[in-house]
């Protein structure tokens, strides 16, 4: 198989954060889904692609190509949004094109003026008079305006209006469809991740806590809920979140079949997982043993 | 390289208008006033020598395009390669105006023919390096905050130095001692025969300080996380 993106032991070390060793690819020609709660790390992963923070430890390469010996022609074939808009305030649009072009050989002027009329860009107006989602939908005229295999966007979405939300997914669907072009997104919407990720990883306070495929996630994770009595003791194992609320305990685990074999006929009820739980469940997770002694 | 020229001049396109116009008015006073040829180059060079590396390699840090441009297909030495060639060449534009301000201005009382030497020029390429080396991996290492509190720490120290030096009197006491090698190290440098020898060891030394200048900030970009 061949990977746009192959992530492995990925390290970064800052004050106060770590992002241990994370490791994952992205078959070319899908989407992936960059998934944690808040601190958890996308961000950091997202930048140590791109060479904008220094990693300590690991290995990225990009269309099998080692991003940092090979940094030039790799970024040459990746365009990216950050989640803040790095651009000069004082340039306007064609500005703005004007400085980034020349670095691309493969870069389309039409396709960037078509995007900009398209994404309804005010041509007149300085950067820093834009709105934070026109500032994200300048950033991805031009990361859509050269020709790039790999697509690096974190936290797209957010700040724009569900209309152009909804066609900017629809827009990354239509990207993949040369079976060339990958796209990686963070997002906090997992709404997003459940229209058009073909695959999702998921981080939480610098460690991975999967990367799969939509369906295997689907297929493994699930929502437990039943009588305390399930969640305590030897099953408390099979738990990666419990939470207890007045009418009963909700658990999520990531052992669909071994909770579905070992509590048959006992009662408990198993959920399909959405993502929006999926990532509550993990954004409180707790030792499941702590909160099983204070029952 | 051009690449990266360009986009150093479309992003400092503005700031360099705005420096160029207080500059003009403070060079229109400085050639209306001084009449030495040292004391003219040692201003200008100074002058020039902290505007300007101040402004080019600052503005990434006020405008935050660092990410951008490192996001960019070019290498990080390719970037600190082309601020420093750019500010370098804002540098060369900035003397070469003073001077023309110094040559055409009716009220210049600057003696043009005692400044325009090849010892003199190189003087004043060698103290513009020197801040120049000092500000540029500053700058990289602390951004612009960072060369603000250098500065500002700098000013202080010389105000402490001028009480101490009033404080404690005498002719001999360290401040004194100190100012007076600096002063004497200008006058040296400024004085000095031009033989072939001095004027080779000064082109040697802004060569070497300049390239320290780059290996410095290429080993601190290179560990930079933006």
Known sequence: ?295 | MLKLLRLEYLFNLRQLLIMWAILSVYFCYVVARLNSPGVFIVTTSLMVGLAIPFAVVGREDKFKTAALVCSLPVRRSTVVLGKFAATWAVIILGLGYTLLLAALLPFSKVPLAGVLSARNLLVSLFLVSVLFAVILPFTIRFGLTGIIILLVSLQLLGILALILARIFGGARNLVRIFFGAVEGGLRSLLHHQATPGYVLSLAAAIIAVNLLAILVSWALYARRDL
């Open chain 1, 1 to 295: 198989m061949e990977y746009a993106l192959e992530v492995d032991s990925l390290r970064k070390e800052y004050p106060g954060f770590t992002l241990r060793d994370v490791s994952f690819a992205l078959p070319r020609g899908y989407i992936m889904g960059l998934i944690g709660p808040n601190g958890a790390g996308k961000t950091t992963v997202i930048k140590l692609i791109l060479n904008i923070v220094r990693r300590s430890g690991g290995t990225v390469r990009v269309f099998g190509l080692d991003a940092l010996d090979r940094e030039e022609e790799v970024k040459s074939r990746t365009g990216f949004v950050l989640d803040e808009t790095p651009f000069y305030g004082y340039l306007k649009s064609p500005g703005v094109a004007s400085v980034i072009a020349p670095f691309y050989t493969k870069w389309d002027r039409g396709r960037f003026e078509q995007l900009c009329r398209e994404f309804e860009l005010p041509w007149t107006k300085r950067v820093n008079a834009l709105s934070r989602g026109m500032k994200m939908k300048l950033a991805l005229a031009v990361a859509l305006s050269h020709g790039a295999e790999l697509i690096l966007l974190d936290e797209p979405t957010s700040g724009l209006d569900p209309v152009f939300r909804r066609e900017l997914l629809e827009r990354l669907s239509g990207l993949i469809h040369d079976g060339r072009t990958s796209v990686v997104f963070s997002t906090h919407i997992t709404s997003d991740l459940e229209r058009v990720a073909d695959y999702i990883t998921c981080l939480k306070d610098g460690d991975l806590v999967f990367s799969a495929t939509r369906d295997e996630i689907l297929d493994h994770w699930a929502l437990v809920k039943g009588g305390p009595e399930l969640f305590v003791g030897e099953y408390g194992k099979l738990y990666k979140s419990v939470s207890r609320g007045p009418y009963g305990v909700t658990a999520l685990t990531a052992e669909r079949e071994e909770v579905q074999r070992r509590l048959a006929g006992r009662g408990a009820v198993i959920e399909r997982i959405r993502f929006d739980d999926l990532i509550f469940f993990l954004g409180r997770e707790g030792p499941p043993k702590k909160e099983a002694a204070r029952e």
